[in-house]
T-cell receptor, first 115, second 115 residues
Framework: AQSVTQPDIHITVSEGASLELRCNYS??????LFWYVQSPGQGLQLLLK??????LVQGIKGFEAEFKRSQSSFNLRKPSVHWSDAAEYFC?????????????FGKGTRLSVIA | DTAVSQTPKYLVTQMGNDKSIKCEQN?????MYWYKQDSKKFLKIMFS???????INETVPNRFSPKSPDKAHLNLHINSLELGDSAVYFC??????????????FGSGTQLSVL
């Protein structure tokens, strides 16, 4: 079964600074990887996903993530953080499945942005 | 138009009561889910339905009973509510026509508080 680890529970960055949120996955085959963002009181919104091909994927809101098979990682990055990026970020892994296997989510990383 | 809508947004109730949460999606998706997010933000799958048929039933107490009258609706009924049921419950949907994980569309959540 697949699993996801997000090592950082809470990260604080200054507005305009760069951001990297870590995600490590465990899965025996090629994973399908996602990053979701949850704003306070809201559901989750997809930022980006990786299925195959180019290991650097671009998402919405200026986010990108890089799949590194050798490190079992799919870290999320943004070159310049905006105050509106403050939210909870979830990494998720899915599997190619004969039946329906739901996405497995990490425990999330809360991002705080300071002036 | 809201793609995945769930009601109510907030639900406060006494222990022992029975309550329902409703979910509707207007995306034409085949698969719907219920996720539970605990106080530590951990998201865990509860149920998955595909075309009104139960596909996944994780280790959830049988006090929780999902019902899918049609593929656009997946309601969650909870009997004999307990304090530990307090959480945010998210409905989600996806198109499962292809057997790889697809993007999940989430509702905005129902915050359940059991007193």
């Amino acid at each position: 079964a697949q699993s996801v680890t997000q090592p950082d529970i809470h990260i604080t960055v200054s507005e305009g600074a760069s951001l990297e949120l870590r995600c490590n996955y465990s899965y025996g085959a090629t994973p399908y990887l996602f990053w979701y963002v949850q704003s306070p009181g809201q559901g989750l919104q997809l930022l980006l996903k990786y299925f195959s091909g180019d290991t650097l994927v671009q998402g919405i809101k200026g986010f990108e993530a890089e799949f590194k098979r050798s490190q079992s990682s799919f870290n999320l990055r943004k070159p310049s953080v905006h105050w509106s990026d403050a939210a909870e970020y979830f990494c998720a892994v899915g599997a190619l499945r004969p039946g329906n296997t739901p996405l497995v989510f990490g425990k999330g990383t809360r991002l705080s942005v300071i002036a | 138009d809201t793609a995945v809508s769930q009601t109510p947004k907030y639900l406060v109730t006494q222990m022992g009561n029975d309550k329902s949460i409703k979910c509707e999606q207007n995306l034409g998706h085949d698969t719907m889910y219920w996720y539970k997010q605990d106080s530590k933000k951990f998201l865990k799958i509860m149920f998955s339905y595909n075309n009104k048929e139960l596909i996944i039933n994780e280790t959830v107490p049988n006090r929780f009973s999902p019902k899918s009258p049609d593929k656009a609706h997946l309601n969650l009924h909870i009997n004999s509510l307990e304090l530990g049921d307090s959480a945010v419950y998210f409905c989600a949907s996806s198109q499962e026509g292809i057997k790889k994980p697809e993007k999940l569309f989430f509702g905005s959540g129902t915050q359940l508080s059991v007193l």
